[in-house]
Nanobody
Framework: VQLQAFGGGFVRAGGSLRLSCAVS????????MYWHRQAPGKQREMVGQ????????????YYGDSVQGRVIISWDSAKNTMYLQMNSLKPEDTAVYYC???????????WGQGTLVTVSS
């Protein structure tokens, strides 16, 4: 299984950006997929997660307090891709964004490489 994150770039404050995390291979359900970010000089922070195949039918999403209401995580089964739609971006959203998958059956975890998001004021 390989994860590839892309879609980062430069955006002005108030703008929007959509990141993608393409999954090669199969991650069995139930699983949890995450977006994390790490800003320069700061610890890694979980942006949000999407739970698939859990006790709740369908998918469940959860978001960190710092992004709640401004981001949406989604999964496209046809494309085997997770998305992070980010709106109303702020300079403090500047960070390298990583995707992660946690196969809850095998307990294996997979990470994608980071994609840099820069938000100017």
């Amino acid at each position: 299984v390989q994860l590839q994150a892309f879609g980062g770039g430069f955006v002005r404050a108030g703008g929007s950006l959509r990141l993608s995390c393409a999954v090669s291979g199969t991650i069995y359900s139930p699983n949890v997929m995450y977006w994390h970010r790490q800003a320069p000089g700061k610890q890694r922070e979980m942006v949000g997660q999407i739970v698939r195949g859990g006790s709740t039918p369908g998918e469940s999403t959860y978001y960190g307090d710092s992004v709640q209401g401004r981001v949406i995580i989604s999964w496209d089964s046809a494309k085997n891709t997770m998305y992070l739609q980010m709106n109303s971006l702020k300079p403090e959203d500047t960070a390298v964004y990583y995707c992660q998958a946690h196969d809850l059956r095998s307990l294996k975890q997979y990470w994608g490489q980071g994609t840099l998001v820069t938000v100017s004021s």
